[in-house]
């Protein structure tokens, strides 16, 4: 029979393993795409046999929808700890929206990047990815609304906010095969700007 | 021997298998991505021979550059049908984003976004994506600069013209997996008020 002290390192191993499938889950999808995230290839990338991650994750789609969960959660944290450096003041605005714009950059990005490309062409992982990307777009729309100050009930504001979450995402996407970041400098400042004058902030 | 008459519709019908091919191609990639855009497969969907495909493109990565540049071809065309047709006045900021914007969608922005997708995981596909994505963007960036009337040599022009053809780009990844055309009409009417005010435009 187990006893309480037997239990305890079983399930930190248990969730270290699964950590473990989840970076490696991430990795897959940014290095080698949807097709290469097998649930075969990121075990053996985890260092974690077949069996064990399928107890962890009985099909591929469970996988990869707990993945992106995980580079969802992995961004909020990102963004909650962001927020709190975002200064007062007339920077703001370009603060908010660097911080926006890194947030769709990286290997986190990439990978949901390809998440996103894989799920076009599976109807399975089309309708799991939907409502996960849908609940991440108003999380992080709303914590750019308060970050700026912004207020919805002035027409624009609604749709200004949405095209800086926009531009981010086409942004991300400007920089998947290049190193594209110092031309995302210019353009975040030139945005920071204009979303100001349509905010009607005086800066 | 062959004589001009015979040679003829035989280069006709040469065309029209490479055309068949590149439809065939920017179909695959469009419906099951770059993994699942082989020669074979593309052959099929095309009704060739598999033979007959390599003898038009002896790579699989020949063909999908060549699908690439099809598409871009199309979009060239499309775009410069449309710019003919945009009007004058106040209305003609937001016609030009909107034009932009929906050149990033569709079956052939779907086609090349996983174009780059897989791009990002195949070097030998990267080096060649490259260049010709620069290409494209540098005509795009042009053509709007013409048609808004812009002067690049005014600080901030060039940056706001550049976060169009982002947010286009953007917006097409946001309408990958759902239509999301009504709330991108939206996003556009404001974003071509920002530009306005942006431009210095009096609209």
Redesign the interface.
Known sequence: MDTASDREPRQERSRATRARLLDAAVGCL???????ATVGAVAERAGVSRGAAQHHFPTREDLLLAALRHMVDNRGADLRRRAEAVPEGPDRTEAVVQMVVDAFSGTGF?AA??L??????DPVL?ER??PL?EQVGRQVHRAVVELLGADETVP?TR??V??T??????????N???DDRA?RR??V???A???D??LGAVG
Chains 1, 2 share one sequence.
């Open positions: 940014s290095e080698r795409g949807a097709a290469g990439n990047l390809q996103w490309a894989g799920a076009a062409s089309r990815v939907i990307e624009g749709e200004a949405q095209a979450l926009d531009l981010a995402r086409g942004l991300g996407l400007a998947l095969l290049t031309r210019r353009i400042r030139q945005w700007r204009m979303l004058q349509a």
